[in-house]
């Protein structure tokens, strides 16, 4: 019902701190989602550590107090694949540039970019 909410009103901001945690929540399901089909499409392979570097995009974690719950739940719904992963969040908006970039074959520039993400 939430979700149905947030879909039908897409210019909805939360205000309270349990529409806040209900926003968070729906962003750390899509995260997971988001993870297993990216994992689908280079054969779930990712070498004996996993991923190395997980970046969260989107208002929903720029402005979340904490992001713990979300880590844990991301970690303990998607084990190995991000055992040694560092969790980090685009507050810059960085991921877009670097997708661009990436698509216009400036590998070099787009790995700058997102190098600086902390």
Known sequence: MVAAHRNENVDFIPTTPAEQEADLRIAQLAAILAIRRHLRMVGGQLGPKGAGILVLS????????????????????????LRDAKVVVDREGRLG???????????????ALLRTLS
């Open 58 to 81: 989107g208002g929903v974690f720029r402005h979340a107090d904490s992001l713990a719950e979300t880590e844990k739940a991301l970690r303990g719904n998607l084990g190995a694949i």
């Open 97 to 111: 540039p670097a997708g661009l970039l990436t698509q216009a074959g400036q590998l070099p520039t787009a790995d």
